[in-house]
């Protein structure tokens, strides 16, 4: 077996290999005797066939096309070992000549060679930029009010509705007389101040109490949907409850209810040293970003295509599953826009590009300084995740398990490598 390889732009490259028709011979002869112990011959046991016997039954052309696959998953491995060729994916193999010597091409992108500059005095200058973590009174306070809120009792009141109350309502929509679709509803409970209704609604149910009804004109947004945006649409409303929410007070006693906290005192240093905890984390992930991009920024080295397009889904994932959180869909979001799929992809290039740099000069620093995950640490990592999507309800029998142990790799690796920048930073 002979083979060179060609350097492509986009750090691709394309093994050219010819194996000789006494070696194609052997790996035409192992198929012949691959496939005879898988093909069921009338008066002989399974494999136990002769194989002419079998070559006249399944055909010569099958016998030739297997022992080239055979020889292609054969060397191309051999190869990529010995050269020491980083593959990315899955590479296109094709035929070149089938005879008498077997001649084939292999096209691949490889991970490119990255020029790093001096990362290490490039994590100490961004150092500098830390900022120190303030906890203020007022962010504690604020995180009480939520506990507090999230605990309130709803208590029925006989008196005009006000902002914050909870309340019970029949209403309708109407455009020139017409029920419009989706604009009725009965017993229907928000939170007046919400804004989670019209522009103005809410504003409008202020001052009613039980039982009364009122009936009101409002202007609907330019962008309101099924075409009434910019229409003065009819509301009649009937106001049903009226629930005045009522804090409990904050003692010894209510934080007994929240969990293993014996004071007030004991709640407000536990939500401190979350705060500060939360708060360095944020930090600590800004200047390792900030570190990330200036070494990334101050990099070369080809950026794989394949990589690039593969980054491009990646963000359209994103997009996808972002709206999707907001109850949109993809085409009504990009009909909405007035884009195609394509059209962000071209958007997007250029902060593709610099989060694949950013990858690849990170990797770069792990293979520099010999940081790799164990065995075990991926293991785990990627178990994690799985139970995160069953959680989620993703069925996880879907989940490609090779790709999903890169990934947690990788983000394992990235971890160690920036873990190696901090200690650099202090020392």
């Not at 010569?60 to 010995?82: D, H, L």
């Not at 003065?232 to 005045?244: A, G, I, R």
Request: net charge negative; charged share 35%.
């Amino acid at each position: 077996m002979n083979y060179t390889i060609k350097k492509h732009p986009q750090s691709e490259i394309e093994i050219i290999i010819t194996v000789p028709s006494d070696e194609l011979l052997k790996f035409q002869e192992e198929a012949l005797g691959d496939i005879a112990k898988k093909v069921h011959m009338e008066g002989f046991r399974p494999g136990k066939a002769p194989q002419n016997l079998v070559k006249e039954k399944i055909g010569e052309e099958e016998v030739i096309q297997t022992g080239i696959e055979n020889a292609i998953r054969r060397f191309y491995p051999e190869i990529a070992k010995k050269e020491g060729l980083d593959i990315i994916g899955q590479p296109d193999a094709k035929i070149l000549k089938e005879g008498p010597d077997l001649e084939f091409s292999i096209r691949a992108a490889v991970f490119p060679k990255i020029a790093l500059p001096d990362y290490v005095s490039i994590a100490k200058k961004i150092a500098k930029e830390k900022k120190t973590v303030i906890i203020e009174e007022k962010e504690i306070g604020e995180a009480i009010t939520w506990l507090r809120e999230s605990r309130a009792a709803h208590v029925t009141v006989q008196r005009e509705a006000k902002i914050g109350d909870t309340v019970e309502i029949d209403f309708e929509v109407t455009n020139n007389g017409v029920l419009i679709e989706g604009g009725s509803s009965r017993k229907h409970p928000l939170v007046i101040g919400k804004g989670v209704f019209v522009p103005g609604f809410e504003d409008e149910l202020i001052g009613m109490k039980e039982r009364d009804e009122k009936n009101f004109s409002l202007t609907m947004p330019k962008d309101y949907k099924s075409g009434l945006g910019g229409k003065k649409l009819d509301f009649k409303v009937m106001m049903l409850l009226v629930q005045e929410r009522v804090l409990p007070e904050l003692n010894d006693d209510f934080v007994k209810r929240l969990g293993a906290f014996e004071s007030v005192d004991a709640l407000n240093k536990n939500i401190r040293e979350g705060l500060q905890k939360e708060k360095d984390e944020k930090e600590r992930q800004r200047i390792d970003m900030l570190i990330a991009e200036e070494i990334a920024k101050n990099s070369t080295g080809e950026i794989p295509r394949v990589l690039l397009e593969s980054e491009l889904d990646k963000m359209f994932l994103e997009l996808k599953n972002s709206i999707g959180e907001m109850g949109m869909e993809l085409d009504k979001y990009l009909e909405h826009i007035k884009k195609t799929e394509e059209d962000l992809r071209k958007e997007w290039e250029k902060d593709a590009e610099k989060r694949v740099k950013i990858a690849l000069s990170l990797r770069a620093i792990a293979e520099k300084e010999h940081i790799e995950p164990s065995e075990e640490e991926v293991e785990t990592k990627a178990n994690n995740s799985l139970d995160n999507f069953k959680n989620d309800g993703h069925d996880i029998k879907k989940i490609d398990r090779v790709a999903l142990a890169e990934y947690s790799k990788n983000i394992i690796r990235n971890q160690k490598v920036f873990e190696f920048l901090e200690r650099m930073m202090n020392s």
